[in-house]
C-alpha cells in the first residue's frame, strides 16, 4: 500500500549535504508528504512535513517539486549520527504506508 | 513533556496464547495508531484509534485488535498468536486529529512467538 518509491539505499560523506529523493507520482491534492527515520530498532522519528511549500526546520529541508509528485529531503551537514533509514510517507489522515525506506549511510 | 511509552518492552509467548500491549500516549494527544515491523514486511498499519473509537484500519486479520480509553491510552490484542506475529509493535501518538498531523512514536514492543 506504500505510495512511495525511494532508493533502497545511498552513501554520505560526514560533513556533506545528504540529498534523500522520493516519487510520490499518485499523491493527491490534500496529502502531505512527511519524513521520518529509525535507527536501529527504535521508534521512527519525525523529521518534516509539509503539502506545496518547502519546508525548513532545525533538522533538515524539505522541497516538493510543483507537481508534487517529488520530493527531496535535504539534511544540510550530515553526521554520523544520521546514519539511519529514512522513510518517505504520503497520507492526509493517521494512517502511514511506509515505504521500504532509503538506508543512508554516513561515512567518516 | 514525557513521550509515547509502552509496555512491556519485551515478551515470549508460545504459539496459541493471546498477547495485551499497551501504550500510553504524550500528554494531550487524543489519536493513537500502532503498527507492526517485520524484517520481511517492513513497518504496516495496524489501526488508529481517536477518542475511543478505531478510526482507521489496516490490513490484518480479526485476531489483531486494539481499544482505547478515555484517558487516550490504547490497548492491542493478539489472540492465537502465530510464530509470524513476532515483531516490534510501535505505538504513535499525535495531537492534530486531522490533515497535517506530526505522529510520535514509542520504543516498541519486541514480541517473540515460540
Known amino acids: 500500500d506504500a505510495k512511495t518509491t525511494q532508493p533502497t539505499s545511498m552513501d554520505c560523506a560526514e560533513g556533506r549535504a545528504a540529498n534523500l529523493p522520493c516519487n510520490h507520482s499518485?499523491?493527491?491534492?490534500?496529502?502531505?508528504v512527511y519524513w521520518y527515520r529509525q535507527i536501529h530498532s527504535q521508534g521512527p522519528q519525525y523529521i518534516i512535513h509539509g503539502l506545496k511549500n518547502n519546508e525548513t526546520n532545525e533538522m533538515a529541508s524539505l522541497i516538493i517539486t510543483e507537481d508534487r509528485k517529488s520530493s527531496t529531503l535535504i539534511l544540510p551537514h550530515a553526521t554520523l549520527r544520521d546514519t539511519a533509514v529514512y522513510y518517505c510517507i504520503v497520507s492526509n489522515f493517521n494512517k502511514f504506508y511506509f515505504g521500504s525506506g532509503t538506508k543512508l549511510n554516513v561515512k567518516p | 513533556k514525557a513521550g509515547v511509552t509502552q509496555t512491556p518492552r519485551y515478551l515470549i509467548k508460545t504459539r496459541g496464547q493471546q498477547v495485551t500491549l499497551s501504550c500510553s500516549p504524550i500528554?494531550?494527544?487524543?489519536?493513537v495508531s500502532w503498527y507492526q515491523q517485520t524484517p520481511g514486511q517492513g513497518l504496516q498499519f495496524l489501526f488508529e484509534?481517536?477518542?475511543?473509537?478505531?478510526?482507521n484500519k489496516g490490513n490484518f486479520p480479526g485476531r489483531f485488535s486494539g481499544r482505547q480509553f478515555s484517558n487516550s491510552r490504547s490497548e492491542m490484542n493478539v489472540s492465537t498468536l502465530e510464530l509470524g506475529d513476532s515483531a516490534l509493535y510501535l505505538c504513535?501518538?499525535?495531537?492534530?486529529?486531522?490533515?497535517?498531523?506530526?505522529?510520535?512514536f514509542g520504543p516498541g514492543t519486541r514480541l517473540t512467538v515460540l
Open positions: 500528554s494531550g494527544h487524543r489519536s
Open positions: 504513535a501518538s499525535s495531537l492534530v486529529v486531522s490533515g497535517s498531523n506530526e505522529q510520535f
Open positions: 484509534y481517536f477518542s475511543e473509537t478505531q478510526r
Open positions: 499518485t499523491i493527491s491534492g490534500n496529502e502531505y
